[in-house]
């Protein structure tokens, strides 16, 4: 054999048999991950700067010291990517099974098609791994996909079957708050699928939702029983961190009337009054400030357990004057008010 042709051979066996990295999700995100245009108004490479707050829920996946993710959040936060991201960085590098669940078997399917195949298709180390749901031999379904070393399971919390049978390491369970009461006759679906995972040492379990009514919501008893992360903003005056709320903006609103001569409050901008200070800033000042979560029960750790909330204002895909908008224009109607 040439000597051209060994050093070839030893080129690609060097290649191959070198290690992957062992990046947190974010790291594996910033590199390798690209937004789909079906499923992003911002399409290209994944920048975790873009919204901070995403670092820390990232990154607790890959954390041996925490056993379940929580994160009570508002909409419009990039909850779908954050889960995106886990799914991805753990399929490409460290392969075990997956499982996401769904409210119902039918969002499931919806969450298939529109956010998971595009991500596969739009990301190369994916794409590479994940074989083609389109091939015959490739033994993929819309609610299952292989790839080498493991498999994401698609369920939906309405459904036992796809919650209580082979093992999985990680459980990532969307709007949990939506989940029925029982799969079937099985019994709580987040505690069922949870069973699945003991046979791994190393398991994460994420759970996410907007919460609905106080209460009622599991998201905000699975958040009480956590570390109670808040994501808050500084000061630009005192320099204190604060939870950034509707009960401290303020507002500039203008009365107008419509064709029919009825009044509407249309709000033309929105500050922020701190709580210890009094000073007023606006939202590009608060946006530039340093921010970071704070625990409120930092001890929940020794339970293996870290929760996150981020509200509205931290999105940096919401205005302020499009939230408060939405408050004045609720105002009055119960139903809305919930939504908002």
Not at 70 to 81: E, F, R
Not at 170 to 187: C, H, K, M, N, W
Not at 268 to 286: A, H, I, L
Request: with cysteine; aromatic share 8%.
């Amino acid at each position: 054999m040439e000597k051209k042709t060994v050093r070839l051979f030893q080129r690609i066996a060097a290649r191959s048999l070198r290690p992957l990295p062992n990046l947190t999700v974010s790291d594996w995100a910033d590199q390798y991950r690209m937004l789909s245009s079906e499923s992003s108004a911002e399409p290209g490479r994944w920048r975790t700067d873009r919204a901070p707050y995403q670092r820390a829920i990232m990154d607790a996946f890959t954390d041996l010291d925490v056993r379940r993710v929580v994160v009570m959040s508002c909409s419009q936060i990039g909850k779908s990517d954050i889960m995106n991201n886990v799914i991805g960085r753990f399929a490409h590098l460290a392969p075990a099974p997956i499982l996401m669940i769904q409210p119902t078997v039918d969002m499931a399917q919806d969450y298939s098609k529109s956010r998971i195949a595009p991500m596969i298709r739009d990301t190369k180390v994916l794409r590479d791994i994940f074989q083609d749901v389109k091939s015959r031999e490739s033994g993929n379904t819309i609610l299952s996909k292989l790839f080498p070393g493991g498999r994401l399971i698609m369920g939906g919390a309405n459904s036992p079957a796809g919650l209580a049978s082979r093992p999985i390491k990680i459980l990532l369970a969307d709007e949990v708050d939506r989940f029925p009461d029982s799969a079937g006759t099985e019994g709580d679906p987040v505690d069922l699928a949870a069973k699945r995972m003991t046979t791994f040492w190393d398991r994460t379990m994420g759970l996410f939702s907007t919460p609905t009514n106080a209460g009622e919501s599991r998201i905000e008893v699975e958040y009480m029983e956590g570390t109670q992360e808040e994501w808050q903003h500084r000061c630009p005056n005192c320099g204190e961190f604060h939870l950034l709320t509707h009960r401290n903006m303020v507002m500039d609103t203008e009365t107008v009337k419509d064709g029919r001569k009825k009044e509407h409050i249309h709000v033309k901008s929105v500050s922020w009054r701190c709580p210890d200070c009094g000073f007023t800033f606006s939202e590009n000042e608060m946006r530039r400030q340093p921010q970071k979560y704070v625990a409120k029960n930092p001890t929940a750790i020794r339970n293996h357990v870290r929760s996150f909330f981020v509200n509205c204002w931290a999105s940096p895909w919401i205005s302020w004057a499009d939230v408060m908008q939405e408050w004045v224009d609720a105002k009055g109607d119960p139903e809305r008010e919930k939504v908002v």
